[in-house]
């Protein structure tokens, strides 16, 4: 067997518990129970990285839950590349259709901001600038993510950290639209609930668009005036941004 | 031109340092915080890169400042038929250049087929066609890194049948192809003997045989599982979780007798404990080292 099909075989056998071909001489430990000891290493590895990354959604399944559905997870989509604390694309939509999490609508939120406020703090020092006007530039961190949520799982992420039963049970989890925005502070993350034109602006910068292609963005969610006001006040207002003028830009 | 602590040349790049012929601690997580303060000191420390490929640079920098760091790649996949993954060489080679680390090595495995990475250190047939793939992905390695790496003798729990070589003729084959240097893992010779039948002290003296004592450019110690199946079948796993076992420590003094004194890892990956305990097998190392170093230089 050349060395490209006995790995994809290789990989197949540890993902999906395949069976390999006989290419192995027979030793003390059986082939079965030895394949069994790499596929633990990858879905534990796999695992440990989610848990790392998704602390809340671990809190309010509980270990036995998330080991089986990350662990599904990892089966499903692998990890792509070597950095494990990257892994975790998908693993929000994953959830939304893993049937035994059917009973929790919000988890796929929570995991979605654990992730980013994963990501978030592993995300370089530094700012980025935007030029709004002649001589007056916005100064966002570098790492600012806008997440659009249908539930509170900020306020179900703060209530476990603070392990405060009576709040987490007073959260209202009729599904309605949770602009986020999420952001390194100095060796945390930061989540700020904001309005819908205010996540659209700082979403369409971040991502890449001009100054006047982000305000189209905002207005697309409310009247030009409450976007207005909207951006001044949580984004040009927010403890996350600075506004430099004339010779600081 | 004068430098005063705050002038940019203060902070460029470190100087390469080399890894002095003492034990040092693999650095994790758990104790960054330790050895940043000061409270935990080691002669350098040894870090799997692929855990400081985001903002822990930072952490990794400030420990970089006061102690020499060598580099311990688990996600090269130097034995992927496919090649190397040439983005994730890439950032390596970026943490390399900030860090100048006294040290790189991976393994002899591989990780990754078909753009899916098994996060794990998978064993390959000692063939012709794998020398190959391993000198080929060694050479573009190197040649990125602008350095030779050390290849490291990885845990096994099977073993092909049609390897035509074993693991020391391979890895020294590899070392005359492409010019790297081998890390010579003693509790992996202790956990690949058990788990695939034979004496470890006769596993180590084959590979020292074949690999030049010049070429062995690191050692590491660590400690392994010892699991029962269900038939009775005893497998070893290596784990990096409980202390170093006698069984390993007497590899090392056999090793550290043969080729003399080399950088020697204390290496706990999981179920990390307080790191005085780690110093205190650091210490148990140079105190074994030195003692196996006089007998080589009298030999």
């Not at chain 2, 994790?28 to 799997?48: I, S, T």
Request: hydrophobic share 50%.
């Amino acid at each position: 067997m050349r060395l490209h099909e006995l790995q994809h075989a290789f990989a197949r056998a540890v993902l999906t518990g395949e069976g390999l071909p006989p290419v192995f001489r027979a030793g003390p430990v059986p082939v079965e129970a030895a394949l069994r000891v790499h596929r633990n290493t990858v879905l534990g590895a796999g695992v440990n990285a989610l848990r790392l990354s998704c602390p809340t959604v671990d809190r309010l399944v509980g270990e036995a839950f998330f080991d089986q559905a990350a662990a599904a997870f990892v089966r499903s989509s692998p990890p792509r590349v070597a950095r494990l604390s990257a892994y975790g694309e998908g693993f929000a939509e994953f959830l939304a259709s893993h049937a035994p999490a059917a009973v929790l609508p919000y988890l796929p939120d929570v995991a979605r901001l654990d992730l980013a406020m994963d990501q978030a703090v592993r995300s370089p020092q530094g700012e980025r600038r935007f030029v709004l006007e002649a001589g007056v530039t916005l100064a966002l961190p570098a790492g600012l993510t806008a997440l659009w949520l249908d539930y509170p799982a900020d306020r179900i992420r703060n209530a476990l950290e603070a392990g405060d039963d009576a709040a987490l049970a007073a959260i209202d989890l009729t599904p309605r639209p949770r602009p986020l925005l999420v952001w390194r502070s100095g060796e945390a993350s930061a989540i700020a609930a904001v309005s819908a034109p205010a996540a659209a602006f700082a979403g369409a910068l971040m991502a890449g668009g001009a100054a006047d292609a982000a305000l189209t963005a905002a207005i697309f969610h409310a009247e030009p005036e409450e976007a207005l006001a909207a951006i001044q006040g949580e984004i040009f207002g927010g403890a996350f941004c600075r506004i430099l003028k004339g010779e600081q830009t | 031109m004068s430098r005063t602590p705050d002038s940019p040349a203060a902070h460029a790049r470190p100087v390469p340092v080399p890894i002095p012929l003492q034990a040092g601690i693999g650095l994790r997580f758990p104790h960054h915080q330790a050895v940043l303060c000061g409270e935990a000191k080691a002669a350098w420390f040894e870090v799997h890169p692929e855990n400081y490929l985001d903002a822990a640079v930072e952490v990794l920098e400030r420990v970089r400042a006061d102690r020499p760091v060598s580099l311990h790649a688990t996600g090269l996949s130097l034995g992927s038929f496919e090649g190397v993954d040439e983005d994730h060489l890439s950032r390596i080679a970026d943490l390399a250049a900030r860090i100048e680390p006294g040290l790189i090595s991976d393994h002899l495995s591989w990780s990754v087929t078909g753009g899916t990475y098994l996060p794990d250190l998978l064993p390959v047939p000692c063939t012709d066609e794998v020398l190959d793939v391993f000198a080929r992905n060694v050479d573009r390695v190197q040649a990125v890194l602008k350095r030779p790496i050390l290849v490291e003798n990885p845990s096994a729990y099977l073993a092909y049948a049609d390897s035509a070589m074993e693991e020391g003729e391979f890895l020294a084959a590899l070392v005359a192809r492409s010019g790297c240097g081998v890390l010579l893992d003693v509790n992996n010779v202790a956990v690949s003997a058990a788990n695939l039948g034979g004496d470890a002290g006769t596993r180590l003296a084959a590979l020292m045989d074949r690999v030049p004592a010049a070429a062995i450019g690191e050692i590491h110690l660590a400690g392994h599982a010892v699991r029962t199946l269900e038939d009775g079948t005893m497998v070893r796993i290596d784990d990096h979780g409980s202390p170093i076992g006698a069984e390993v420590w007497s590899l090392f003094e056999t090793a550290i007798r043969r080729i003399g004194a080399r950088p020697t890892l204390i290496e706990w990956d999981t179920a990390i404990p307080p790191f005085a305990a780690l110093a205190r097998e650091a210490a148990m190392a140079d105190l074994l080292m030195a003692a196996g170093e006089e007998h080589h230089a009298a030999a």
